[in-house]
């Protein structure tokens, strides 16, 4: 596998071997396995794929299986391909397609050669069907979708036959070919194996192979209207890639059976042999494409790629860093149990990578005006201003300074309590990188409230040093006022909250997810950023520059805050696991 930077904006470099925690040392079932595999000679190489069905937009879980399809592939010098299920043209769509093509690069995967398609493969797959008919192992059914439904069983009572699973093979051949030629309307009829009606394993009790659909194929038109299940498809498409190990979620435990059942019944190249591993849950939010996209479709968030979306366009449009889902990916275990994993995990991977990236810079998002008027009217100087204060290796930036400023509202009280060291009557602070001030006055509106502050400054301090060493101990963010760059700011929370309580209907919609902030006043630098970009808002956060929200103003989403509580309570000993 060649590791690649895709063309994304904010990609963060390439999927680096090193990165994944413990290349070397990695261990977990799975890899233990391939080891095994390899050591014992049941393969030369390995071959492995990431199989999404593309009817609706990748999100973090979805990253969970690609970075082990890809990272096992790279890890033991194998080969890992992207294949699109694609067997049902009724919820599938090319910009789905499109999509998880551009998300598994921009997390820094290239699969072995091109894109590839179960539908790549579907005259084959119909070879394959009359095969099983021809052995007796699949029959034309003339039952509609609800009666097989009702007479497939439970887990307790085993399934009742179908009157038309006695039918000969011509009879069946001659009506699956029929059914190929478009003779029968939508749902008449359906190809089904003929199995066992009475297994223990539901998937086995005569599953339905192909259906009639007439429906366009966003690949292959209208080439076909019967298409095989996902189930049908899957197994054979891995066989014909020669996919040595199958790596999929537990839910297809189940459905394992089937797999090989088929497998041993048809002219397949290879078996695969399949491996099942754990879903990624997240906390407060909501990992399934179908859930997704309903948000998307009610309009309670903007597409696919809102910057509430767990999915990794949302993720991407947030300013989340690839090499943070990769690394957060990293520390998930790959195991057989479920689990629901802390989101606050994630931010603290995401914090680590932009803590070490995001240049510092300066935004006021609740502004409050500031006259220093000791300050010439009219003047104003550029002062230099480290990029990351613990690293002089990242350089200065030039900072307009003049007689009006903005600082941060919350930054000024009255009246203050004890510990709040930042601006008061009488209170000297610092302006970053600037001077040091002292409020001198408070003016007020006719409603009482605070509308500007009237401050003096020290000349003596210039680049914010007190020659003497007098202990000031607030230091504030703030912007000139005439050089300011006007933007809105989006402040986004959980998309989901978690209803009081365990034993709740599980977690609802948060109704207060975005917070639109507009005025807000950034420092010159910020109107020059591109698409994806992320900066540090002192003492605020990071925030990704947002082009394309349809805004006249610059707008920054928030990817998150500063505190991390997550470090702090693995510090603690307290992991806000659940
Ligand atoms: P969803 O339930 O969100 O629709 P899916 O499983 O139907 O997801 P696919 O497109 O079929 O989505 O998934 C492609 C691959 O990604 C599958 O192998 C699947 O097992 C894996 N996958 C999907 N969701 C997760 C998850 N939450 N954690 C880990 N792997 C996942
Ligand atoms: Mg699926």
């Known amino acids: 596998m060649a590791a690649k930077t895709g063309a994304l904006p904010g990609n963060g470099g390439l999927y680096d071997m090193t990165d994944i925690a413990g290349t070397e040392q990695a261990r977990d079932f799975i890899r233990d396995r391939i080891r095994e595999d390899l050591a014992a000679g049941s393969h030369s190489t390995v071959v492995t794929r990431f199989p999404p069905e593309p009817n609706g937009y990748l999100h973090i879980g979805h990253a969970k299986s690609i970075c082990l399809n890809f990272g096992v592939a790279a890890e033991f010098g194998g080969r890992c391909n992207l294949r699109f299920d694609d067997t049902n043209p009724l919820r599938e769509s090319q910009e789905y397609i499109d999509a998880i093509v551009a998300d598994v690069r921009w997390l ?61 093979v011509e009879e069946n051949l001659d009506l699956f070919r029929r059914m190929r030629g478009g003779e029968f309307p939508d749902g ?21 192979l192909y259906r009639i659909l007439h429906a366009p194929h966003p690949r292959t038109g209208d080439s076909w209207c019967i298409y095989p299940t996902y189930d049908f498809a899957h197994g054979q498409t891995d066989a014909i890639e020669g996919v040595t190990h199958s790596l999929c979620t537990l839910e297809f435990a189940d459905h394992r059976p089937l797999y090989d059942w088929l497998i041993a019944q048809l002219p397949v190249p290879m078996a695969p042999r399949q491996y099942e591993f754990a879903r990624l849950e997240l906390s407060s939010t909501v990992l399934s494409k ?151 006055g408070v003016i007020r509106g006719a409603d009482g409230e605070v509308r500007e502050l009237r401050c003096v400054h020290d000349p003596d301090t210039r680049g914010g040093n007190a020659p003497d060493g007098r202990k000031v101990r607030g230091a504030l963010h703030w912007v000139s006022a005439p050089h300011a760059v006007e933007a809105e700011v989006r402040l986004y929370g959980p998309l989901f909250v978690e209803p009081d309580g365990t034993d709740g209907p599980g977690p609802e919609l948060n109704a207060r997810s975005l917070e639109t902030l507009v005025g807000c006043k950034l420092e010159p630098a910020l109107a020059k950023l591109e698409q994806g970009e992320v900066v540090q808002f002192e003492r605020l956060g990071y925030f990704c520059c947002d082009r394309e929200s349809g805004s006249e103003m610059p707008v920054f989403n928030r990817t998150i805050g500063l505190r991390d509580s997550f470090a702090r309570a693995m510090a603690s000993g307290k992991l806000p696991h659940s």
């Open 108 to 168: 820094g995967f290239e699969w072995d050669g091109e894109p590839r398609y179960a539908s790549d493969n579907f005259e084959q797959l119909y070879q394959w069907a009359e095969h099983l008919i021809r052995n007796g192992n699949a029959y034309v059914d003339d039952q509609s979708a609800d009666e097989i439904r009702t007479t497939r069983g439970t887990l307790t009572e085993p399934g009742m036959e179908s009157p038309w699973r006695g039918r000969d």
């Open 188 to 208: 008449a009829r359906v190809l089904r194996a003929r199995i066992d009606m009475a297994s223990g394993n539901i998937n086995l009790r005569d599953p339905v």
């Open 290 to 440: 179908r859930r997704l996209g309903a948000l998307v479709d009610d309009g309670y968030v903007t597409g696919w790629d809102d910057p509430r979306m767990p999915t990794l366009s949302g993720l991407r449009r947030r300013g989340v860093p690839p090499a943070a889902i990769r690394d957060f990916v990293s520390r998930l275990a790959v195991s057989r149990s479920d689990g629901v994993v802390e989101s606050a995990m994630l931010d603290h991977c995401v914090r680590e990578i932009l803590n070490e990236t995001a240049p510092r810079r300066m935004g006021v998002l609740r502004p409050l005006r500031v006259v220093i008027e000791s300050y010439p009217e009219d003047a104003s100087e550029e002062l230099e201003i480290a990029n990351d204060p613990r690293s002089p290796a990242a350089g200065v930036r030039r900072v307009p300074f003049s007689r009006e400023i903005f600082v941060e509202r919350d930054d000024f009280m009255e009246d203050p309590p004890r510990k709040f060291f930042r601006l008061a009557p009488g209170r000297e602070v610092r302006l970053r990188g600037a001077y040091l001030v002292t409020c001198v």
